[in-house]
């Protein structure tokens, strides 16, 4: 007895060694050294150095001058990455009816020359309530707003949409898109920064 309980006390040690203290330095070693970027949370930092935001975390905009992101489920206002998760409320849910409504309401007041309907993801968010992207013709349906907000010509703007579409993963992965945050610091940098 006393022998099996030895072997399975080292077989204990091992494994918890390799697979707890060996294995996760290792990979967090590769990382660093591959990628590391994406390793460090793809952050995203101002002129200035100071870090405001990651590529993979949606924020809420609100402003006419920028491009807006789906909405939010995560946490009390939204955009919360501690509390990433969706809505859970499902196609027969007045709640989530009602603040689809609301939300279109909304959309078409900003968007008075806002051509055809609303998008969809504009309205409705993604199952982590943090999605950072936008499909190309979500962020181009919003043109018109942030050019007349900005006091420039709406082809202006529209280049710089077209400018910051990232493409297919591998050219065959997934669809087009448009990182929010990117594109209005693009913008920034384009026409200088707005209220």
């Known amino acids: 007895m ?29 990382g ?10 793809s952050l995203i930092t101002d002129a200035s150095g100071r870090v405001i935001g990651s590529e993979l975390i949606g924020q809420g905009f609100s ?11 995560a946490g009390a206002d939204g955009y919360d990455a501690t509390a990433s998760s969706g809505s859970n409320l499902g196609p027969t849910s007045q709640t989530l009816r009602d603040r689809i409504v609301t939300d279109v309401e909304r959309l078409r007041e900003a ?15 993604s199952a982590s309530g943090l999605d950072p992207h936008l499909s ?26 077209e400018a910051n579409v990232e493409g297919r993963t591998f050219g065959l992965l ?18 200088g920064r707005t209220s």
């Open 2 to 30: 006393m022998e099996a309980t030895l072997t399975a006390l080292r077989v204990t040690v091992v494994t918890l060694l390799l697979t707890g203290l060996l294995y996760p330095l290792a990979m967090t070693g590769i």
């Open 32 to 41: 660093q050294v591959l990628f590391p970027h994406q390793a460090n949370g």
């Open 63 to 73: 402003s006419p001058g920028y491009f807006w992101p789906r909405p939010s489920a």
């Open 111 to 125: 968007h008075v020359d806002g051509a055809g309907p609303v998008p969809a993801e504009l309205v409705t968010a």
């Open 136 to 161: 190309p013709a979500a962020a181009l349906w919003q043109v018109e707003r942030v050019a007349r907000a900005r006091g420039v010509a709406a082809e202006r703007v529209r280049r710089v949409v």
């Open 174 to 191: 997934g669809e087009p898109r448009v990182n929010v945050l990117q594109l209005n610091l693009a913008l920034d940098r384009q026409f």
